[in-house]
Every structure is written in C-alpha cells, then in structure tokens.
C-alpha cells in the first residue's frame, strides 16, 4: 500500500475484548475504529450480561476477599477442562488478570461486592458495580473522551487478506457497503453462537431448541472469514458454555434472568420422565455450566426440574412461574410427561433416598442408593405437594471454536506462522484456553487480559 | 391504592430485578425487593418511596428497553410514588383535586387567601398602604388574626400528614413479610438509620459517588440543591419558631433587628429556598424523560415554585420592611406561606415522610 490507511487499527466487535484493545490502541496513539454490528441500545455483546472477572489477586481487597493465587487459578482451569489446554496462554491470562482491575477502574469501571447469593465468587471474582452493561457504558464513554470512532449497526461482511496480510474489511452501513483500510485488525466479534444455521451444521436439528441466552449479533462471520482466509483453528465447533434455562426464555438476549438455580434441589427428568444425570453431583457452581450440553442430547432437546413444597423458596426466584400440580400424576399430564413413568421414576427416587443431613451450603451426605443415575447429594424424597416444575432447554451462552493465537494475541495462519497484522482478543480465541467446560468470569479475564494485549500490539505494528 | 395496570406492570418488572439482582448494591430498592418473592400494592409503594429516581439501574440495565422485556425500573417507580402519593392523601377528595391539576388548585387557593388577608386588613386600611418606617405587620393583620389563621392550617395540615403517614405505615406493615426476616431491627436503631439516611440523602451517592444524571455523567448538584431546599426549609421554620417564642414567651414583638436570631435564621433560610428550589427546577429541564414523569398535573413545580415564592417575599419584606410597599408585601408573603402550608400534605413535600417511614421499615429489615 502507498497510500496511508485512514485508521491505524479497525477492531471488529463492541464487546469487553473490543473496547479494551480499542482503548490500550488509542492509549498508544493509535487513531481507532469500533465497527460494533449492534444498534447503540444493544452494544456491548456477550459482556452486557456478564457481571463478573476471575481474577489473581496475592492480598484480599476492597471487594475480594482472601486470596486467588496463579497455581490454584490454574488449577481451577484444568478441572473444568479436563484435558489439555494452552499453558503459555492461560498463564498469560491469568497472570495479566492481577493488573486489569487498576485499568478497568482508571478507565471508569466501578466494582462492587459479591452479590447475594453468589458469595462463594467472593474471593475469586471481581463484581461490576450494576454488571455488565454498566461497564461497557464505562469503555465505550471512555472511548467517546478519547477520540475513539465508534460506528454502531457496521455489519462486517468481508475481510480482506493478501496472504497473511490484513488489507481491509467490508462494512455494510447505512446500506451501503464500503472498504475501511487499516494498518492492523483487532478481531474480538465473538463467537458463532447466534448463527442458527451454523450451530445446525454443527448439532444438526438439535440445534433448532437450543436457547440463545445473549446477543443475536454473534453470528460469527468475521471468524469464518479468517478461516477461509487460511487461519489456523482451535478448539471444537461443538464445545460451548451452555447451561440449563427456561424453556419459555426468548430465542435470544434472555441473559442471566431464564437461568434455573433448582436443579441440585429436585430430580431433573426428560421428556419420556426419565431422569439421566445425577443432579448432586457437585456444588452447583461448578456443575452449572455442563447442564446444556447434557439437555441438548436429551429428546427433543427438553427436561423438566422437579422440586416438592419443601425446596421451593431454597433457590433464586425464576422470572417465570412454576408450573405447579397437588400431585405427580397431574404434573405430568400439564408437562405431557408419561404419567405412569414419570410416577414410577418418582417413587424409585423416593426409595432409593437414603437419610442423611440437608446442607444446601456444601457437599451433604444426603444421596441415594441403587438407582440409575445416582444422585450424591442433597436427595431428598420429593413427597409434599405441592410439586413445582420448570421446563428446561439448553441455553447456549458462548462457541469455543476459535482463531488459534500466539502469546502476542497474532493470529496465526495454517502454515505455523503468526500474520502479519492480524490480532484477536475475547470470545473468538477463548478456545485457546477452554476445552469444554466453563469457569466463571473467565470469559472477562479473556477478553481483558488479551483485548488489551491485541491493542497494544495492534498499535505498535501501525507505528511501524 | 395503586392502579391494577400499575401493579401488574411493576409486578412483572420487579421480578425480573429479582431473577437478576446486578443492581443489588446502587440502592436500598434492591436489597428490599430482594427480600420478597411477590410483589403487591404494598410492596410496590414501599419500593416506590425508597427511589431517588437517580436512573442507574436503568442505565446498567441489559433488559432496558428495547429490548423485550422493556425493564424500567426508575419509571415504574416514579408512576407508583406518585400514585401513592394521591392514594394516602386526607381528605382523599383534596388529594384528588390536587394530583389531578396542582397547578389550578393552587392559583385558586392562594387567589381565595389574598382576598381573605385583603378583607382582614382592610379593619384598618390606611395600614396596608402607610409608609410608616415602624414596621408595623400587625397594623396590617392583626397579630390574633395572623396565630388563628396560621395555628389552624398548620393544624389541619399536620393531621391530614399524620392520618396519611400512620395509613402508609400500615400498608407497608402489611406487605409480604419477607421469608428470611426473622424478627424486625429495634424501632430505636431504623429510627436513627432512616433519619440519617434522609438528612445526608446517603442514597443519592450510596455508592461512594454521586448518582447519574445521564448515562456516565455524575454529578453531585442534585443532591447539594436538595440540602440548599431541605436545610433552607428547616432554617425557616426554627426562624419563625423562635420569633413565636420571643413574641409570647419574651414579650418581644416584630420587627425583629437585622442581626437577631430570626431575621438571621431567615436570611440564611430562605437564601437556600431561592437557590435550591430553583436549581431543582432547572436540574428538571435536563432529566432523561425515560427516567418518567413524576409530575402529576405539576405537583413538583408547584411545591418548588410555593417555596421560592415564599422566599422571594419574605426576603423582600425583610428589605422592603420600612417602605410603602410593606403592607401589599406582608399579605402576599402571608398568603404564598398559608398555601403552602395548605398543599403541605398533597404535594410533593410527602415524599420526605414517606420516605422517611419507607427507610424506617428498610432499617428494620435489614
């Protein structure tokens, strides 16, 4: 190119990845564009329903309690995975994640404590005062103060690469289609969870029940494009974090609100009333995030969790109503569950309980004994009406497959080499570090740790 | 009590709040609304006088319109303060009168108590227009006229506020009792709490900064024109109580000098109900109309309006004391304080005592 390129950096996405690198590039001295592909109401991708960043800290803080040291962090990463992952990378991330909270507060975040009923993320997740939405509000004023161009409803539809070298994107605005050049591409659009049609390639009609819990712009073309342009990918199309939520939830953008809490407190059955898991299994924390993926092969892609009159003000309220019946015959028949499978499943349950002590705050020794699947803790026999039920479907929250990156957040093409001006950050790399299960507030850590280092990065090429 | 439509629309709103809670640590709204799991008439009023209307929550939240469940709590609560403002009011039928048209209610108010002061002080007519540099208010309304008229409306605005106060109380008693509560905090301690909470508007910077005005602009002129407008109100009335004291306990009558307590008290008082009602009115011009309109038929306007008039004569009376004007001065600052000592109960000036008992209950509680 002869001609100067009218941004140093163009950063494809709107979401915490974006904005950080948007910010640490404009920090730089770079002159930036956020292409966001969502209206202004709706900026802020998956982040808008976050609350929360993992995050390593050596002394208690103002709003962290005790400490979260990098081999413990670690630690916690590999059990949730439970396989191999990225070590350089996940240390990098978990090392930065000490220094975001200082950055995150100079750029107008504001923290709070741990919020009700979530206190054991006390010590090791930092809360956003107001979540998600609130801190995006905090990046994207910052980014308006620091002369950042933001373009809202800019739909990226082309990439365009000569070899490893990142030229220009596509960008359909106010309907029209126009190049924007750049020196350096941030690429932080997220993951293809809102892609219906992809995520149907992938699970086949399952994928037609799935509940997309966040933003409907996550269709990830920009990802799509990179790969077609020869980058190299990481992770599985099927792995995700996907949890269980109301079957009534909106196809789209439920957010945090259509999660259901009661699933350790009942028996949780599919739709021929037959349950298939073990509900107590673990502290519910940890458990929350394999629920999705359990409930996607289940028939028709549905399950129902049941608890008596005894557990039904022991979990968070639903923001939709219980499906309530006097006895298990008759829930049935409104669930148009088996009526004499769904009985007999209960009353197996019902035998196989053995006494013990409740304790909803730890492992109990509350479980059962001679039945298929067990069920380890907090059994209790589902025997005082009335009886409540919450249809569930699987509620896919983020896609792990993703653009493999090195420690420098460089994209790196087919061939083994990184390109030459191509960065991603967020959501569209976190396959680097996520296999397939879920540690919560990771996918901030993620998204700031590497959002910041593909700004910086994004930036220092441009100065070149 | 609150409208069917505004219950349900409030119902469904709060229960998304609870299934989320990510604005559990702006306000005391949340940490409240937490505590219960339905949401009645009560309930909703109690919340409802817990609001600053401040529109963080709105602001933070990911379920604000557009998006399909359209939460607004700032505006929902807005709609219901001012519901209940109306639906506690005594006698109900002024209450009425006065949501439904402030404006008109007050003009005819106060145009009923100028003709009344006019036709008092026209016993002695050559009063109302001498420019006798005495000073003498009471030539112009007779001191007996001016305790009996004033004795009886703050008597009667004093009783309706109790009989409106002491029905709220009871309401919010009988909202949902929350399931982990256990017993309610000593009245002494949410006493205390709930009184200093009002008195240093805590709320309006509960988290350690002030509170939004639009999206990431915070600025603190809210709150410090409402302690120019409160601790204005309040120097006033110490003024005017202390001028009470020195005329029947002391002997001492009106005009006070300029450096005695009262007219000291006064000054000071009223220099705050000029800057804060007005800085309040003008704050109002630049609010985000999706925060709701708390006015009903001006009920804010009014109140502020009533406040600074009251100031602007009474500081005018106080300059102009010794001139020709004194007497037409002396009947119109007479007659803006009767009204607005009459409106008292139906106007915005409510909010502190249900506030005051919505944050007595909160204490309690928590």
């Known amino acids: 190119m002869t001609q100067k390129p009218e941004y140093d950096v163009a950063v494809i996405g709107g979401g915490n990845a974006a904005l950080c690198a948007a910010i640490t590039a404009r920090r730089a001295g770079a002159r930036v564009i956020v292409l966001e592909r969502a209206p202004r109401d709706f900026r802020?991708?998956?982040?808008?329903?976050?609350?929360?960043?993992?995050?390593?800290?050596t002394t208690p803080g103002e709003y962290l309690t005790g400490v979260y040291g990098e081999d413990e962090f670690l630690s916690d990463l590999h059990s949730v995975n439970g396989g191999a992952i990225d070590d350089t990378l996940a240390r990098l991330a978990i090392g930065q994640s000490a220094n975001c909270p200082e950055w995150m507060a100079r750029e107008g975040v504001r923290f709070q404590a741990a919020l009700h009923g979530t206190l054991q993320l006390g010590r090791t997740n930092l809360f956003f005062l107001g979540g998600g939405k609130a801190l995006m509000n905090s990046y994207y004023a910052s980014a308006e103060r620091l002369g950042i161009d933001v373009l809202y409803d800019a739909d990226v539809v082309g990439l365009h690469l000569a070899g490893d070298r990142f030229e220009s994107v596509d960008v359909a605005w106010d309907r029209r289609v126009r190049p924007i050049h750049a020196a350096s591409v941030v690429?932080?659009?997220?993951?293809?969870?809102?892609?219906?049609?992809?995520?149907?390639?992938?699970?086949?009609?399952?994928a037609d029940n799935f509940i997309v819990r966040g933003t409907p712009y996550n269709t990830g073309v920009p990802l799509k494009r990179m790969l077609e342009a020869g980058a190299q990918s990481v992770g599985e199309p099927h792995e995700c974090h996907a949890i269980a939520v109301d079957a009534r939830a909106p196809k789209f953008d439920g957010g945090i609100v259509t999660r259901l809490d009661c699933i350790p407190l009942g028996i949780v059955v599919n739709s021929l009333g037959q349950r298939f898991y073990d509900e107590g299994e673990d502290v519910w924390p940890k458990r929350y995030a394999i629920w999705g993926k359990l409930i996607a092969r289940q028939p028709g892609q549905i399950a129902y969790s049941i608890v008596d009159a005894k557990s039904a003000n022991a979990f968070m309220p639903s923001v939709y109503p219980p499906i309530v019946a006097n006895s298990i015959p008759e829930l049935a028949r409104q669930l148009t569950v088996p009526s004499g499978t769904l009985q007999s499943t209960v009353d197996a349950f019902n035998r196989a309980v053995r006494p013990g002590t409740l304790n909803l705050g730890g492992l109990d020794d509350c479980r059962t004994e001679g039945l298929t699947p067990e069920k380890t803790h907090w059994a209790q026999r589902l025997d005082t009406s009335p009886f409540w039920a919450y249809p569930l479907r699987p509620g896919i929250t983020f896609t792990y497959l993703g653009l493999k990156v090195d420690e420098r957040t460089r994209v790196m093409m087919s061939d083994g080499h990184p390109a030459a001006n191509v960065y991603a950050a967020g959501e569209v790399m976190a396959g680097n570090v996520l296999l397939r299960g879920y540690l919560a507030g990771f996918g901030m850590t993620i998204g700031t740790v590497f959002g910041r280092i593909a700004g910086e990065e994004a930036a220092r090429h441009a100065e070149r | 009590m609150l409208n069917d439509d505004l219950v349900r629309r409030g119902r469904q709103t709060l229960t998304v709040c609870n299934a989320c809670r990510y604005c559990e640590q702006y306000c005391p709204v949340f940490p409240a609304l937490e505590r219960r799991r339905t949401f009645d008439a009560?309930?909703?009023?109690?919340?409802?006088?817990?609001?600053?209307?401040?529109g963080e929550c709105l602001y933070a939240c990911q379920f604000a319109p557009p998006h399909e469940f359209g939460i607004n709590v700032p505006m929902v609560l807005a709609e219901a303060r001012t519901q209940s403002y109306e639906a506690y009011?005594?006698?109900?039928?002024?209450?009425?009168?006065?949501?439904?048209?402030?404006f008109r209610t007050t003009l005819a108010a106060l145009t009923i108590v100028v003709s009344m002061l006019v036709l008092v002080s026209l016993a002695s007519p050559e009063a109302l227009w001498s420019s006798d540099a005495s000073a003498n208010f009471y030539g112009v309304i007779p001191h007996a006229a001016m305790v009996t008229l004033f004795g009886a409306v703050s008597l009667f605005a004093l009783i309706a506020m109790a009989i409106s106060g002491s029905r709220f109380w009871r309401d919010l008693r009988r909202g949902?009792?929350?399931?982990?509560?256990?017993?309610?905090?000593?009245?002494?301690?949410?006493?205390?709490?709930?009184?200093?909470?009002?008195?240093?508007?805590r709320h309006l910077h509960g988290t350690g900064r002030d509170c939004t005005s639009n999206l990431e602009v915070r600025l603190p002129w809210r709150r410090w024109f409402h302690h120019c407008t409160f601790y204005g109100f309040l120097l006033c009335m110490a003024s005017t109580t202390i001028a009470a004291i020195y005329h029947s306990v002391f002997g001492w009558h009106a005009p006070y000098a300029y450096s005695s307590l009262p007219v000291l008290l006064g000054a000071a008082g009223g220099f705050g109900l000029l800057v804060g009602p007005l800085g309040l009115a003008a704050l109002r011009q630049t609010r985000d109309p999706a925060l709701g309109h708390e006015e009903n038929g001006g009920l804010d306007t009014v109140f502020l309006a009533l406040l600074f008039l009251t100031s602007l004569t009474g500081l005018a009376l106080l300059v102009l004391r010794h001139g020709a004007v004194m007497g037409p001065l002396l009947v119109l600052h007479l007659a803006v304080v009767l009204v607005l000592l009459l409106t008292l109960?139906?106007?915005?000036?409510?909010?502190?005592?249900?506030?005051?008992?919505a944050l007595i209950r909160y204490h309690g509680e928590h």
């Open chain 1, 44 to 57: 802020g991708g998956n982040s808008r329903h976050t609350r929360n960043f993992r995050c390593l800290h």
């Open chain 1, 187 to 206: 690429i932080a659009s997220g993951g293809f969870e809102a892609n219906l049609d992809w995520l149907h390639e992938v699970w086949g009609d399952a």
């Open chain 2, 42 to 54: 009560e309930d909703l009023t109690y919340l409802a006088n817990l609001c600053h209307n401040c």
């Open chain 2, 89 to 102: 009011a005594w006698p109900f039928a002024l209450g009425r009168a006065f949501a439904s048209s402030a």
């Open chain 2, 176 to 201: 949902d009792v929350p399931s982990s509560a256990g017993a309610l905090a000593p009245a002494s301690i949410s006493l205390r709490s709930a009184v200093r909470d009002a008195f240093t508007l």
């Open chain 2, 345 to 357: 109960p139906y106007g915005k000036f409510v909010h502190g005592l249900y506030r005051v008992l």
